[in-house]
């Protein structure tokens, strides 16, 4: 059981603190929260470097950016560092005015030196994540030249090309836009790595909390920033790695934890009626799909495409396997980005997918592996995606796997059907219109190899479109080109959007603030308070 000693005690004393399976009730202390989570995908917490749920979440803690998505109107971009900004009238030199108020944990106060120098390190170390700022045309040779501090309050950004606003905007608000204590990172330089070894378990952010501990696949210890321009409501937080969902919900009900985050539906149930708890729930940007591999002969037919669409029973789908973890969404955009579909064109319709099969030359169905992950919720919907197709003569062979496994085959264009989730690189429709609709090159040696590449789905319209959209100014001209790209994306593709994924939390009813968001980096933890 964690006790008031351990959560009041160092990270090393944390780590080594032993979970009861029972025993009376206990009730963490005041001043602190126990959160239940799988933190076992962190590999660094460098926002230089983190790409993955659980880092990213906690960077957003930890660190503030220039500018910030308005958590209750994404459509909007809130200033946060930088209290307000120009941008030239071709839509390519932006200058931002920093607050002067914002003091680092040394306390210190930022400057647009540390701005300059979070944006350049992101170019110049290239990361994984690093593309969301190289994607403009910076390069780590022209990067000093076109992001500079003019003065102690004064940032200029040069594009190399010209890109929407937006665009531009909701890309510095994802997590490499992170502003880093330049004179702390630079104290823990190695072999001119800017930091990033000592930034991997360590933080030097102007954000309401600090990193203090993090023991990998077991605790994370945040506490608050004693120089945060507002004060976190609560002092620290304790995020324990718990990977059992069971094991979370028991530890929620007994009060070893006050969130709990990794349920799943049956669990959920189970907790329904608990007066001690409540259910916070927002929609993610996390979706999942069905794609045909158009280089596996069936596929190549759009007859064949449109028929596995209006053959899958999405709302049954929805109702029987995952009626709260998941809505129905069949645009490749998120229901909240900018540019998504209003509307969910396919239902199931077997006679109607009968008939196209036929025009394709397939009255008789064929014959398709499944590739999909051997965890709930997809081996059931793989299954009941078996039966749909099954219905129409395509039989169907189910080929579960880890996530490597199936990723792996994808990537190497192996597979025929695939069920497979994706979540944008950053809140901006660039980011899943990429993905799903430009494929340049379909040979080989493409230099984009994402998800259209992968699968074989080669339009030159909807690649051109893609472009069109990440330069277009025009907020409302942009808007429709993603529109019209929907329509030709359900026209012609061979990728079927069927689910969107829910966030929930389960919370203890004396706990109040805490923002679950619908991108990892748009949790909040500042405002949770404990009666």
């Known amino acids: 059981m964690l006790t008031r000693r351990t959560l009041l005690a160092s990270g090393a004393a944390a780590a080594a603190a032993p979970l009861a399976a029972g025993g009376a009730a206990a009730a963490t202390p005041p001043g602190i929260v126990v959160m239940a989570k799988e933190i076992d995908d962190i590999i660094s917490f460098d926002p230089a470097q983190s790409y993955e749920f659980s880092d990213t979440e906690v960077d957003a803690n930890v660190y503030r950016k220039l500018v910030s998505p308005d958590l209750e109107d994404l459509s909007k971009i809130d200033p946060d560092l930088a209290s307000a900004w120009e941008v030239s009238a071709d839509g390519k030199t932006f200058t931002f005015h920093l607050t002067q108020d914002a003091l680092f944990p040394s306390g210190k106060p930022m400057t647009a030196a540390d701005a300059e120098f979070s944006l350049h390190r992101v170019v110049t170390l290239n990361l994984t994540p690093g593309f969301i700022l190289t994607q403009f045309g910076f390069t780590k040779d022209n990067v000093a030249q076109l992001i500079r501090a003019t003065d102690p309050h004064t940032l200029v950004m040069e594009l190399p090309k010209p890109a929407a606003t937006s665009f531009v905007l909701y890309c510095l608000s994802a997590n490499v836009g992170a502003i880093v204590e330049k004179e702390t990172a630079l104290s823990h330089q190695e072999k001119n790595d800017l930091g990033n070894h000592w930034l991997t378990s360590h933080s030097a952010g102007n954000g309401p909390y600090q990193l203090t501990s993090w023991s990998a696949n077991?605790?994370?210890?945040?506490?608050?920033?004693?120089?945060?321009?507002?004060?976190?409501?609560?002092?620290?937080?304790?995020?324990?790695?718990?990977?059992?969902?069971?094991?979370?919900?028991?530890?929620?009900?007994?009060?070893?934890?006050?969130?709990?985050?990794?349920?799943?539906?049956?669990?959920l149930k189970s907790v329904a009626g608990d007066p001690s708890l409540y259910r916070l729930t927002t929609p993610s940007t996390n979706q999942m799909y069905l794609?045909?591999?158009?280089?596996?002969?069936?596929?190549?037919?759009?007859?064949?495409?449109q028929a596995i669409k209006w053959a899958i029973d999405y709302a049954g789908i929805q109702t029987n396997i995952v009626p709260a973890t998941y809505i129905v969404n069949q645009g490749f955009e998120p229901t909240m980005i900018l540019g998504a579909a209003t509307t969910n064109p396919f239902q199931k319709d077997p006679d109607k997918a009968k008939a196209l099969l036929a025009q394709a030359g397939y009255a008789g169905g064929f014959t398709a592996t499944l590739d999909h992950f051997s965890d709930h919720p997809y081996t059931d919907i793989a299954a009941a995606i078996q039966a749909d197709l099954g219905a129409l003569g395509i039989k169907v062979s189910l080929q579960p796997g880890t996530r490597s496994q199936v990723f792996t085959k994808m990537r190497a264009r192996q597979h025929q059907l695939i069920l497979s989730e994706w979540y944008p690189d950053y809140f901006d429709p660039n980011s899943n219109a990429q993905a799903f609709c430009a494929n340049p090159d379909d040979s080989n040696n493409s230099p984009l190899k994402i998800i259209a590449w992968r699968c074989h789905f080669y339009n030159p319209t909807l690649t051109a479109e893609v472009t069109e959209a990440a330069q277009e100014l025009d907020t409302a001209k942009r808007v429709a080109i993603y529109h019209r790209m929907q329509q030709q994306f359900w026209d012609t593709s061979p990728i079927a959007f069927m689910l969107q994924e829910n966030l929930i939390a389960i919370v203890r009813k004396n706990v109040t603030g805490f923002v679950l968001g619908a991108q990892s980096d748009f949790t909040r933890y500042n405002e949770i308070r404990k009666a």
């Open 291 to 305: 794609a045909g591999n158009a280089g596996y002969a069936p596929f190549a037919k759009i007859e064949v495409r």
């Open 218 to 267: 077991d605790h994370i210890i945040l506490d608050a920033n004693p120089h945060a321009a507002t004060a976190p409501l609560t002092k620290r937080v304790f995020i324990r790695h718990v990977k059992d969902p069971a094991t979370q919900v028991l530890m929620v009900r007994r009060g070893d934890a006050d969130i709990a985050r990794d349920l799943t539906p049956d669990l």
